[in-house]
Nanobody, 115 residues
Framework: QVQLVESGGGLVQPGGSLRLSCAAS????????GAWYRQAPGNQRELVAT???????NYADSVKGRFTISRDNAKNTVYLQMNSLKPDDTAVYYC?????????WGQGTQVTVSS
């Protein structure tokens, strides 16, 4: 059974930081690309950042320079370090693992940026 379990969300003030984690089980995680998406109320799910199986990264323009995606294949985990958070970053954040036609999602973790 494949599972992706996110953690690390919460309430943070503008300008603060959070680190999200996504632990994968049931798959050979090292061959999968990892990604973080987010969905705010009333909006479509949008891509935040991706990391290939060899560590190549890409970011949405809205988070470049503030967010960093990374992975630890020994721990089957992908991370999202979020700095300089803004109220517009408020959303449910989902992790994704994809390889060829296989794609798996976590259950999501809420991030709220508010004073």
């Amino acid at each position: 059974q494949v599972q992706l379990v996110e953690s690390g969300g919460g309430l943070v003030q503008p300008g603060g930081s959070l680190r999200l984690s996504c632990a994968a089980s049931g798959i050979m995680f090292s061959i999968y690309a990892g990604a973080w998406y987010r969905q705010a109320p009333g909006n479509q799910r949008e891509l935040v950042a991706t990391i290939s199986n060899v560590g190549r990264t890409n970011y949405a323009d809205s988070v470049k320079g503030r967010f960093t995606i990374s992975r630890d294949n020994a721990k089957n985990t992908v991370y999202l370090q979020m700095n300089s958070l803004k109220p517009d970053d408020t959303a449910v954040y989902y992790c994704n693992a994809a390889w060829i036609s296989q794609s798996y999602w976590g259950q999501g973790t809420q991030v709220t940026v508010s004073s």
